[in-house]
């Protein structure tokens, strides 16, 4: 599955990695380099980002389900439960 980001993320990504380069490296970078570099990133880590973000999804969603029958349990056959209880507090 390709990773695609909208066009504005696109450029506001573009420019980042400009600024990181002239800001931390020796030369700058143009804007078609930075372009370049950005589609080898989403293609070759992004993948890997992706994935992860899933399987943490995955987890949190596993513990919420886990912890679902605590949350909605109902004990049952409570009426005769209730019903006497009622019964011994007026008696």
Same mark, same amino acid.
């Given at each position: ?16 990695? +400009? %600024? ?5 490296? /020796?030369?700058? *970078? ?28 995955? +987890? %949190? ?5 886990? /912890?679902?029958? *605590? ?21």
């Amino acid at each position: 599955m390709a990773i695609e980001i909208s066009k504005e993320a696109r450029k506001e990504a573009i420019s980042s990695i +400009e %600024r990181y380069f002239r800001e931390n490296m /020796e030369e700058p *970078i143009g804007n078609i380099a930075a372009g370049g570099l950005l589609a080898f990133f989403l293609e070759e880590i992004g993948p890997l980002v992706y994935n992860r973000a899933v399987l943490d999804v995955q +987890e %949190r969603l596993q513990d919420r389900i886990s /912890e679902l029958d *605590i949350e909605v349990h109902e004990d049952e056959f409570q009426y005769w439960r209730k019903f006497d209880q009622a019964r011994k507090r007026q008696g």
